[in-house]
């Protein structure tokens, strides 16, 4: 799957016929890929040869159903030219739940019940694992919106794009 992320050249390439729930999408590099023969991409390779590359960044967003690469986009491409794994860490937002006191009444009630008595260790352990761990739960990601609202984005878009000579004023009118 990591080799096909370096077919797609970069986010704005997405095609989203590619985003289907249930299918796995290659990570979505957020930049296009160095030349093949790059110093960086070198270097990186030799330590993908001598199994020292540090991790890839990847950030999982819910909205594409994918994970984007937010840093290590030549550390990819080694690995990948070199057919190595390539190690990963992965960005996911958690919530951690809190102890639940009305669960706590209903354990304490199950264990000075006859059924209590007759919870083997492992379904007590169970109970207490359940009722005094944090459990987390992967959310969706979440996309804040900028200090100044709409107005600073259009903004900041049309001062990206006047930078790079093109016109955006049509996608940008409402």
């Not at 797609?8 to 999408?25: E, F, K, M, Q, Y």
């Not at 199994?51 to 990948?80: E, F, I, Y």
Request: glycine share 8%; with cysteine; proline share 7%.
């Amino acid at each position: 799957m990591a080799a096909l992320a370096l077919a797609r050249p970069a986010l704005d390439a997405l095609d989203w016929s590619d985003i289907t729930l249930g299918c796995p999408v290659a990570p979505i590099p957020l930049r296009s890929p160095s030349p093949a023969q790059n110093g960086r991409v070198n270097a990186w390779a030799r330590h993908a040869r001598a199994g020292t590359l540090p991790p890839v960044l990847l950030m999982w967003v819910s909205g594409l159903q994918a994970h984007v690469v937010l840093d290590g986009h030549d550390r990819l491409q080694a690995a990948v030219q070199q057919g190595m794994d390539v190690p990963v860490l992965v960005l996911l937002r958690h919530e951690e739940g809190t102890l639940d006191e009305g669960a706590l009444a209903r354990a304490d009630a199950i264990a000075a019940s006859s059924a209590g008595a007759e919870m083997t260790v492992e379904a007590r352990n169970r109970l207490l694992l359940d009722l005094y761990c944090p459990r987390r739960e992967v959310l969706p990601s979440r996309g804040d919106l900028l200090r100044g609202g709409m107005v600073q984005w259009s903004a900041e878009v049309q001062a990206h794009a006047r930078a790079q000579g093109m016109d955006v004023r049509i996608l940008l009118e409402p």
